[in-house]
């Protein structure tokens, strides 16, 4: 199988293709090899590469900014979206695209399974579900959320940092999702290919976590794998007590039912694969 993974230097792009399946063969572009609001050079590398998988893993994920910046971020997490999908099916691939918990209002009092009705709060989360609908329905989308991984800007690397500099950490406790580990997900997508799904799936790791627990989560193993050297107070605080430009769902805990009876089991609790992080921090520096 030959795979094109477009945003491959991002946090999922680069567990794609750590966890590639033995005997595929990749072809990954990062944003500054490819454009993808260029429609010309997006076309042109299709047609150049021929893949039987086109995976897209670009997006533009700057929540607060896409407030003032709708028209940018509507044109990689949509218009984009639906380029690359056309793009594909002119060659017969198979076309992946990775979507978000925002496209829901956090209005829910239980998991949102991948059929429930979709009101974005957000110009993020607006793109994302123009994306969504523009990939067609033969794509395989696949809902994330809380996405992080030992490289790259995350929470948890920045609750590692401003731990190690800050006599206390002040976080929000009324927002409610599950954390994600960029790695496993790579792995999720590669197995819901290799099951032929196609449609809306979810995939986050198991459990649910606010903000706050998160962070006191990353603080006690970042203290237990050596990389914090004395804790400081998580202090817990409301959403309207750190206004920021964008809305936020309060509550995207994903139903991932189907997406786990389609890999052969559920995902590891989140806080199994934030202590994983947490070593390979420590060992690999």
Known sequence: ????????????????????????????????????????????????????LLINAAAYTAVDRA??????????????????????RDVGARFIHVSTDFVFDGTSGVPYAPDAPTN???????????????????????RT?????PMG??????????????????????QIGTPTYAP???????????????????????GAASWYDFAVAVQEEGLAAGLLSQAVPVVPIATTDYPTPARRPHYSVLDKTSTFAAIGGPAPHWRHHLRMMMTEIKTQG
Not at 145 to 149: F, G, I, K, P
Not at 164 to 172: C, L, M, N, S
Request: charged share 20%.
């Open 67 to 88: 407030e003032q910046e709708e028209d940018l971020a509507l044109a990689v997490n949509g218009t984009a979206v639906g380029t690359l999908a056309d793009a594909a």
């Open 1 to 52: 199988m030959k795979a094109l993974i477009v945003g491959a230097k991002g946090q999922l792009g680069r567990g794609l293709q750590a966890s590639a399946p033995a005997g595929t063969v990749l072809h990954c572009v990062g944003s500054d090899e490819l454009d993808i609001t260029n429609g010309d050079a997006v076309r042109a590398l299709v047609q150049a590469e021929k893949p039987d």
């Open 145 to 149: 959320a809380w996405v992080y991984a």
């Open 184 to 206: 496993a997900l790579a792995a999720a997508l590669w197995s819901l290919a290799a099951a032929g799904a196609s449609g809306i799936h979810h995939y986050t790791d198991s």
């Open 120 to 142: 974005p709060i957000s110009a993020y989360g607006r793109t994302k579900l123009a994306g969504e609908q523009l990939a067609g329905p033969d794509a395989l989308i696949v």
């Open 153 to 174: 800007g995350n929470f948890v690397r920045t609750m590692l940092r401003v731990m190690g500099e800050r006599p206390e950490v002040r976080v929000v406790a009324d």
